[in-house]
């Protein structure tokens, strides 16, 4: 393990609330100049003394996570690190760090998430597997939580139709739950991705399930919510998704079904109601054009145009196109949630999405709390 990568394990042993210790990686670049920039930058960076006293104390990486780093296809990717997703930077409380067993390529993917009840009807279960697989089929990587029922399904059905899947755990990255889905942990780490902020050998812990329900809303483009009760984390997901300016999509039920109630609250309070898959890669399709356009330019890749012209950087919506400029003038250095956006532009949601995304990604603007505002 290198020095990095041992500081950024002491700062997650530290604990506590993340925004300081976010913030002081922001501020030394890395976590090992972040550990030696010494008690008082530490201080003044927010963490309190607890996680002082934590990050003072070299208590070295345990035996079990040095272990698991060490096999093939196992990283630690920390808020530092250029490949942290950029969607996840997004969310109001993003992970310090996160490990990943398979294809971390994933984790800029362009994701939707599949979430619902643990325990579907024969018709949920159908629903969820028609779905993923048709949203795999697409290019999209199906993303869930590795959890019974819906997320099963999703799973399943993902590398049925040999696509991409991405598991979050409310465990370590390498504890399946539940157990009974062992193999399926085997078969994603080996095909797909499978992730957690928790380190190797933790236990799930019922407080662990809503803070993993923010990860995956958070790397997806859109959340499809399949069966979920009144009082469901599938519904926590959705709203994480909503608060981060994403799209949810709800599946609706029958009336006699209680499993449905949980879909047409969502539809009720603006989900979309969508019936199939198309409909949800179809609104999808300009976000997610837009994030592979943001990566290209990140990485610097040309592209050309369709006449096979010379390459041409990529880069956001032209600043000369009318639609951007009326996005960008009806975003001021006041707060504006995405409602004031739609009613201030007129345009749609996935052209605003795709749009809102690339300027972030460009840092014109900030994401705080559902609001959008300039960046000073």
């Given amino acids: 393990m290198d020095d990095d990568a041992l500081a950024l394990l002491r700062l997650l042993d530290a604990g506590g609330a993340s925004a300081p210790r976010r913030r002081l990686l922001e501020r030394c670049g890395t976590p090992a100049q972040a550990l030696a920039a010494g008690e008082h930058a530490w201080r003044e960076a927010g963490l309190v003394g607890a996680q002082v006293r934590a990050l003072g104390a070299d208590t070295g990486a ?3 996570v040095r272990d698991w780093l ?26 310090l760090a996160l490990f990943s ?12 998430a599949v979430v619902g009840t643990r325990a579907p009807t024969a018709g949920g279960r159908d629903h969820a597997r028609e779905f993923a697989l ?67 050998g933790t236990a799930a812990r019922r407080e662990h399930f809503p803070a993993r329900n923010r990860i995956i809303a958070g790397l ?33 039920g029958s009336i006699r079904n209680p499993l449905a109630r949980g879909c047409h609250r969502l539809i009720r309070d603006g989900a979309t109601l969508v019936e199939a898959a198309d409909e949800v890669t179809a609104a999808l399709a300009p976000v ?12 610097q890749a040309p592209i050309c145009d369709p006449a096979g012209a010379s390459a041409v950087p990529v880069g956001a919506p032209r600043q000369d196109d009318p ?47 559902g609001r959008y505002y300039r960046k000073s």
């Fill in 62 to 64: 345990t035996a079990c």
């Fill in 70 to 95: 060490a096999k093939p296809g196992h990283r630690l990717i920390g808020w530092h690190d250029p490949d942290y997703p950029a969607l996840l930077r997004r969310i109001q409380s993003p992970p």
């Fill in 101 to 112: 067993a398979g294809d971390a390529n994933l984790l800029w993917h362009p994701a939707v």
């Fill in 134 to 200: 048709a949203i795999a089929r697409a290019g999209f990587a199906v993303c869930s939580g590795l959890a019974a029922g819906i997320d099963t399904a999703a799973h399943l059905a993902a590398l049925a139709g040999d696509g991409a899947t991405i598991a979050v755990l409310g465990s370590g990255v390498d504890v399946p739950y539940p157990r009974a889905n062992a193999g399926l942990h085997r078969d994603i780490e080996a095909r797909g991705l499978v992730v957690s902020e928790h380190p190797p």
């Fill in 220 to 252: 997806a483009l859109g959340t499809v919510v399949i069966e979920a009760a009144q009082r469901s984390g599938a519904l926590i997901t959705a709203r994480l998704a909503a608060d981060a300016g994403r799209e949810v999509f709800a599946v609706p």
């Fill in 288 to 299: 997610a054009q837009s994030l592979a356009d943001a990566l290209r330019r990140r990485l």
């Fill in 323 to 369: 639609d951007y400029q009326r996005l960008w003038s009806a975003i001021g250095h006041d707060p504006s949630p995405m409602d004031q956006l739609l009613e201030r532009t007129g345009l749609t949601t996935a052209e605003l999405s795709s749009m809102l995304l690339v300027m972030e990604l460009d840092g014109r603007i900030v994401l705080e709390h």
